[in-house]
């Protein structure tokens, strides 16, 4: 077993002259002595790489590497916070002084450093990524996807591929004194081709990833990938205009779940309700959904892309159920707003870098399977159109106005899948919508692995899905009238 | 404790470009480049009228990228240390020996590089202590929520003050560096009425600070935009005439500087490939880029590959597709020259005629003004655009009722091609000034 304290020291501590002593100094300097509500530092140190394919090449390559550590105190709703990317002892005192501003005096009482075991859950494992294939190997694996997808079909016209890993490790000094350190891998591929047909060009993409090596990318995975991306894109040389209206919508089961990280998800973090700025704020208890809908969000998933052995304040993630049978359970937090909310943390707090605050946020959000066989699902439909796959989304939290884009769905009427229709961009209000879920299939799926959200100009990985349902009315923004 | 910057270790920087540079000659590149960034600030957010936030900003980046027979490595870190650059050039060397070549790779050619560095004007120093920042922040929100009773809720105002420098150096022997101010405030207020809740937001943003609008315009726009919305509703699905309000007309022009980018062009990856002479707008519509306006929000003497920027360029005129936006890269696969746009566009300026927003909505008669979108609903593959929209239904050139929950979609080409006019009503903000633009036509999805 790789013991993550040991890494953790290795690579945020020793190669600085930090020690143990004089991170005990600098978490006293603002939270000892009661002098704040909550306080935190987070050293953190990523080992990046990417690497791109275009027109049969691979032709760039990137390496990178960012470190550095953030301090925060927190007194009541107030936060004062520094970061310094020098990681030595003058720089941290520096940060401390800032962020020193708003603590107050108070008693006599010193925090003691001690290792925290939170490794009780191990969802990935501690491993490179980088270094778990050659160059020579990515690169292949690259060249692989460009061969595959142009024998696959001669219509393909380009083919752009990338694969990308990450080795994170953080290590969070928790007001009480518990050090908590993870080690967090990821990696991700994504292929994309664009095909023609009679001067027409379409695209269509693919790809996966999560928190593991690249040895996941095996070559029938790179040809699930090439299969799956051209198959998109000579389903989109068919495409007719997309219908404009609101009408009976039927997603798919998988990565359309994006509706619920929209709809509701972002609805439901902890900061807009304890500040009553959400179109959810004040109705826990209350129906939110159809009585089909129970929403889940999950980072306690095995090596999936929103999941974590521990938030970024330390505290070990949990499956918390948002939504039971349509009755609103809870909030997703993080330790200020559930200090503020007198309720639990949940494991939610996550934070894009050391640069960057942590607020409560998603992890892999999905609705649990219902009994519909998805065939019966779309037989069911009069008019409408079958959405299989998604851009990106937004949501207006406080009016509950959502959008997101298909950019694979089809024309269905009375029950027939008619011909496949161009992207169109989906809209509708997030409580409304989950009212008018009437058929839940039995088939759940979550995405491949490649989700990011953006809160507040901060990105974090993360996982959606569902199974397959019907909205009995939603306004598709198509062009045919 | 105020935020004051000194010279941001411009020494330091221009040290460790030399060294990389010459590491990088040393294990035996042809060619090398590197860009630094080192930044400070401080933001403070308040919200219901108290203290929420305080954050202290210290950025510093390096990266480079390395050509050995026209294959690149490229590798970038914020450890500023000699040490850690100079492993950064190793590892950027290694990536090089594995890539695949490409004649089109390499620096600029040397002839392109700017050799009239000159002061642009974006420098502006500003020493402010947190509590100025917190008191300013405070009368910004207090603006919003005593404007009316109806805003009974915040996400806070917030000011910030940013100074960075940013240095390019390249082989070729070229070294440019700059500094910038960023400073400004906004606010995000919530307007409610019963079970109504609808948030908007404002603010104002400036390299001098003596250009930003007061504290109290901030704030009260903020709670205007929201009140406004009180009562939305949907209209019927239909095609309508649209005028894109000036806050969301620079995204329009945005989706079309996008897709005359070179990086989709070579691949013919936008809908406008091969459209370079060609009338993509009607005659009255002119688009030009102007690199070298003085303390303009974007101005640099040289673009991200030091290539000389110009004082002025025609992207469309009359009409016209004059002009891609193109790197070296770029530039070299499609057989044409750089226009010095290495990291993008810069100072856009779209012509408009003589008509106020008022006389716009006249001129429209009865159609859908948008004052917000969101949403990514936009191909530049095919040019399909449809995404969500908010704003108000106009009728008789009188604002009706504020529309929401409804998507706007067309084709791009469509749309451009279809600007009947555009009015002067430019906030003269950010990156691309452009006034409010009325289109003949779009498809409105709503009940």
């Given at each position: 077993?790789?013991?993550k304290?040991?890494?953790?020291?290795d690579?945020?501590?020793?190669?600085?002259?930090?020690?143990?002593?004089?991170?005990?100094?600098?978490i006293?300097?603002?939270?000892?002595?009661?002098?704040?509500?909550y306080?935190?530092?987070?050293?953190?140190?990523v080992?990046?790489?990417s690497?791109?394919?275009?027109?049969?090449?691979?032709?760039?390559?990137?390496?990178?590497i960012?470190?550095?550590?953030?301090?925060?105190?927190?007194?009541?709703?107030?936060?004062?916070?520094?970061?310094?990317?020098?990681?030595?002892?003058?720089?941290?005192?520096?940060?401390?002084?800032?962020?020193?501003?708003?603590?107050?005096?108070?008693?006599?009482?010193?925090?003691?450093?001690?290792?925290c075991?939170?490794?009780?859950?191990?969802f990935?494992?501690?491993?490179?990524?980088?270094?778990?294939?050659?160059?020579?190997?990515?690169?292949?694996?690259?060249?692989?996807?460009?061969?595959?997808a142009?024998?696959?079909?001669?219509?393909?016209k380009?083919?752009?591929?990338?694969?990308s890993?990450?080795?994170?490790?953080?290590?969070?000094?928790?007001?009480?004194?518990?050090?908590?350190?993870?080690?967090?891998?990821?990696?991700r591929?994504?292929?994309?081709?664009?095909?023609?047909q009679?001067?027409?060009r379409?695209?269509?993409s693919?790809?996966?990833g999560?928190?593991?090596?690249?040895?996941?990318?095996?070559?029938d995975?790179?040809?699930?990938?090439?299969?799956e991306?051209?198959?998109?894109?000579c389903?989109?040389?068919?495409?007719?205009?997309?219908?404009?209206?609101?009408?009976?919508v039927?997603?798919?089961?998988?990565?359309?779940?994006?509706?619920?990280?929209e709809?509701?998800?972002?609805?439901?973090?902890?900061?807009?309700?304890?500040?009553?700025?959400?179109?959810?704020?004040?109705?826990?208890?209350?129906?939110?959904?159809?009585?089909?809908?129970?929403?889940?969000?999950n980072?306690?998933?095995?090596?999936?892309?929103?999941?974590?052995?521990?938030?970024?304040?330390?505290?070990?993630?949990q499956?918390?159920?948002?939504?039971?049978?349509?009755v609103?359970?809870?909030?997703?937090?993080?330790?200020?707003?559930?200090?503020?909310?007198?309720v639990?943390?949940?494991g939610?707090?996550?934070?894009?870098?050391?640069?960057?605050?942590?607020?409560?946020?998603?992890?892999?959000?999905?609705?649990?399977?219902?009994?519909?066989?998805?065939e019966e699902?779309?037989?069911?439909?009069?008019?409408g159109?079958?959405?299989?796959?998604?851009?990106?989304?937004q949501?207006?939290?406080?009016?509950?106005?959502f959008?997101?884009?298909?950019?694979?769905?089809?024309?269905?009427?009375?029950?027939k899948?008619?011909?496949?229709?161009?992207?169109?961009?989906?809209?509708?209000?997030?409580?409304?919508?989950?009212?008018k879920?009437s058929?839940?299939?039995?088939?759940l799926?979550?995405?491949?692995g490649?989700?990011?959200?953006g809160?507040?100009?901060?990105?974090?990985?993360?996982?959606?899905?569902?199974p397959?349902?019907?909205?009995?009315?939603?306004?598709?923004?198509g062009?045919?009238? | 404790?105020?935020?004051?910057?000194?010279d941001l270790?411009?020494?330091?920087?221009?040290?460790?470009?030399?060294v990389?540079l010459?590491?990088?000659?040393?294990?035996?590149?042809d060619?090398?480049?590197?860009?630094?960034?080192?930044?400070?600030?401080?933001?403070v957010g308040?919200?219901?009228?108290?203290?929420?936030?305080?954050?202290h900003?210290?950025?510093?980046?390096?990266?480079?990228?390395?050509?050995?027979?026209?294959?690149v490595?490229?590798?970038?870190?914020?450890?500023l240390?000699?040490?850690?650059?100079q492993?950064?050039?190793?590892?950027?060397?290694?990536?090089?020996?594995?890539?695949?070549?490409?004649?089109?790779?390499?620096l600029?050619?040397?002839?392109?590089?700017?050799?009239?560095?000159?002061?642009?004007?974006?420098?502006?120093?500003?020493?402010?202590?947190?509590?100025?920042?917190?008191?300013?922040?405070?009368?910004?929100?207090?603006?919003?929520?005593?404007?009316d009773?109806?805003?009974?809720?915040?996400?806070?105002?917030?000011?910030?003050?940013h100074?960075?420098?940013?240095?390019?150096?390249?082989?070729?022997?070229?070294?440019?560096?700059?500094?910038?101010?960023t400073?400004?405030?906004?606010a995000?207020?919530?307007a409610?009425?019963?079970?109504?809740?609808?948030r908007?937001?404002?603010?104002?943003?400036?390299?001098?600070?003596?250009?930003?609008?007061?504290?109290?315009s901030?704030?009260?726009m903020?709670?205007?935009r929201?009140?406004?919305?009180?009562?939305?509703?949907?209209?019927?699905t239909?095609e309508?005439?649209?005028?894109?309000?000036?806050s969301?007309?620079?995204?329009?022009?945005?989706?079309?500087?996008?897709?005359?980018?070179?990086?989709?062009?070579?691949?013919?990856?936008?809908?406008?490939?091969?459209?370079?002479?060609?009338?993509?707008?009607?005659?009255?519509?002119?688009?030009?880029?102007?690199?070298?306006?003085?303390?303009?929000?974007?101005?640099?003497?040289?673009?991200?590959?030091?290539?000389?920027?110009?004082?002025?360029?025609?992207?469309?005129?009359?009409?016209?597709?004059?002009?891609?936006?193109?790197g070296?890269?770029?530039?070299r696969?499609?057989?044409?020259?750089?226009t010095?746009?290495?990291?993008?566009?810069r100072?856009?300026?779209?012509?408009?005629?003589s008509?106020?927003?008022?006389?716009?909505?006249?001129?429209?008669?009865?159609?859908?003004?948008v004052?917000?979108?969101?949403g990514s609903?936009?191909?530049?593959l095919?040019?399909?655009?449809s995404?969500?929209?908010?704003?108000?239904?106009?009728?008789?050139?009188?604002?009706?009722?504020?529309?929401?929950?409804?998507?706007?979609?067309?084709?791009?080409?469509?749309?451009?091609?279809g600007i009947?006019?555009?009015?002067?009503?430019?906030?003269?903000?950010?990156n691309?000034?452009?006034?409010?633009?009325?289109l003949?036509?779009?498809?409105?999805?709503?009940?």
């Amino acid at each position: 077993m790789i013991d993550k304290f040991q890494i953790a020291n290795d690579t945020l501590l020793v190669p600085y002259d930090l020690t143990e002593s004089g991170i005990s100094k600098v978490i006293n300097d603002i939270a000892g002595n009661d002098a704040a509500d909550y306080a935190d530092l987070y050293f953190q140190y990523v080992r990046s790489e990417s690497w791109q394919l275009d027109q049969s090449c691979v032709k760039s390559g990137s390496f990178s590497i960012d470190k550095g550590v953030g301090l925060r105190a927190v007194v009541g709703d107030k936060t004062a916070f520094a970061y310094c990317d020098d990681m030595s002892m003058g720089a941290l005192l520096d940060a401390s002084s800032k962020v020193k501003s708003i603590v107050r005096q108070g008693q006599n009482k010193v925090v003691k450093l001690q290792r925290c075991d939170s490794s009780g859950s191990s969802f990935y494992q501690p491993v490179d990524p980088i270094q778990s294939l050659e160059s020579s190997q990515k690169i292949g694996l690259l060249n692989l996807a460009d061969q595959l997808a142009r024998a696959k079909d001669s219509r393909v016209k380009e083919v752009t591929a990338s694969i990308s890993g990450s080795y994170e490790t953080v290590l969070i000094v928790r007001p009480d004194g518990g050090l908590v350190p993870d080690v967090r891998p990821m990696v991700r591929m994504n292929v994309s081709v664009i095909v023609e047909q009679n001067g027409r060009r379409e695209t269509g993409s693919s790809g996966g990833g999560g928190r593991t090596n690249y040895l996941m990318f095996t070559s029938d995975k790179v040809a699930d990938y090439v299969n799956e991306a051209v198959r998109h894109a000579c389903i989109n040389l068919e495409a007719e205009d997309a219908p404009a209206g609101t009408m009976e919508v039927v997603l798919g089961p998988g990565w359309p779940g994006v509706l619920l990280h929209e709809a509701v998800g972002h609805g439901l973090e902890g900061d807009f309700n304890r500040k009553g700025t959400s179109t959810f704020s004040g109705r826990i208890g209350e129906q939110v959904a159809s009585g089909l809908c129970t929403v889940v969000d999950n980072g306690t998933m095995d090596g999936r892309r929103g999941s974590l052995n521990v938030d970024d304040e330390g505290n070990p993630t949990q499956k918390n159920i948002l939504i039971e049978n349509g009755v609103l359970k809870g909030y997703m937090q993080d330790s200020l707003n559930a200090r503020l909310m007198n309720v639990p943390v949940t494991g939610n707090a996550r934070r894009e870098s050391f640069a960057y605050l942590p607020m409560p946020r998603m992890t892999n959000t999905y609705m649990l399977a219902g009994d519909s066989d998805p065939e019966e699902i779309v037989a069911s439909m009069k008019d409408g159109i079958y959405a299989v796959n998604f851009g990106g989304g937004q949501v207006d939290i406080t009016s509950g106005k959502f959008v997101f884009s298909a950019n694979e769905a089809y024309r269905v009427e009375n029950g027939k899948i008619l011909h496949p229709v161009r992207g169109a961009t989906l809209i509708g209000n997030g409580p409304e919508v989950m009212q008018k879920i009437s058929m839940v299939g039995n088939d759940l799926a979550l995405d491949a692995g490649v989700g990011i959200c953006g809160k507040d100009g901060q990105s974090v990985p993360v996982g959606v899905g569902q199974p397959t349902l019907k909205v009995e009315a939603l306004t598709v923004g198509g062009v045919q009238v | 404790m105020s935020v004051s910057s000194g010279d941001l270790d411009r020494q330091l920087l221009l040290d460790v470009a030399k060294v990389a540079l010459s590491k990088a000659i040393e294990l035996g590149a042809d060619q090398a480049e590197i860009s630094l960034s080192s930044s400070t600030g401080a933001s403070v957010g308040v919200r219901m009228g108290e203290l929420e936030t305080i954050e202290h900003n210290r950025d510093k980046n390096v990266s480079l990228s390395v050509y050995f027979g026209h294959k690149v490595g490229s590798a970038s870190t914020c450890d500023l240390s000699i040490s850690a650059v100079q492993e950064a050039v190793a590892a950027a060397c290694t990536i090089a020996s594995s890539t695949g070549y490409d004649e089109a790779l390499g620096l600029a050619d040397a002839e392109l590089m700017a050799n009239d560095i000159s002061d642009m004007g974006l420098d502006f120093q500003w020493d402010r202590s947190v509590d100025e920042m917190l008191e300013a922040a405070l009368s910004c929100e207090a603006a919003a929520i005593s404007f009316d009773s109806r805003i009974k809720n915040s996400e806070g105002a917030n000011y910030s003050s940013h100074r960075g420098l940013e240095v390019y150096a390249n082989s070729h022997g070229f070294c440019g560096d700059y500094y910038s101010t960023t400073n400004g405030y906004s606010a995000s207020v919530i307007a409610v009425d019963g079970d109504e809740m609808h948030r908007d937001y404002w603010y104002s943003s400036e390299r001098n600070p003596a250009n930003l609008d007061s504290l109290e315009s901030v704030g009260e726009m903020a709670a205007k935009r929201a009140l406004q919305k009180l009562g939305s509703r949907r209209i019927s699905t239909g095609e309508y005439p649209v005028i894109f309000d000036a806050s969301v007309a620079g995204s329009l022009i945005g989706h079309f500087l996008s897709a005359i980018r070179g990086g989709l062009l070579y691949k013919k990856a936008s809908f406008l490939t091969d459209k370079l002479g060609e009338q993509l707008f009607s005659e009255h519509v002119n688009i030009i880029e102007k690199p070298r306006l003085f303390g303009a929000a974007n101005s640099a003497c040289f673009d991200d590959e030091g290539v000389r920027t110009p004082e002025q360029r025609d992207i469309i005129k009359n009409g016209v597709l004059c002009g891609y936006i193109l790197g070296s890269y770029t530039a070299r696969k499609l057989d044409m020259k750089s226009t010095a746009n290495s990291g993008g566009v810069r100072n856009v300026r779209v012509s408009h005629g003589s008509k106020s927003r008022e006389q716009l909505l006249g001129e429209m008669g009865a159609g859908f003004l948008v004052t917000d979108l969101i949403g990514s609903g936009i191909s530049m593959l095919t040019g399909d655009y449809s995404r969500g929209a908010s704003g108000f239904w106009v009728e008789n050139g009188e604002i009706q009722f504020p529309v929401e929950e409804v998507t706007v979609a067309g084709k791009l080409a469509d749309m451009f091609n279809g600007i009947q006019e555009i009015a002067a009503d430019s906030l003269g903000r950010g990156n691309i000034h452009c006034g409010s633009i009325l289109l003949d036509k779009l498809t409105i999805a709503g009940d």
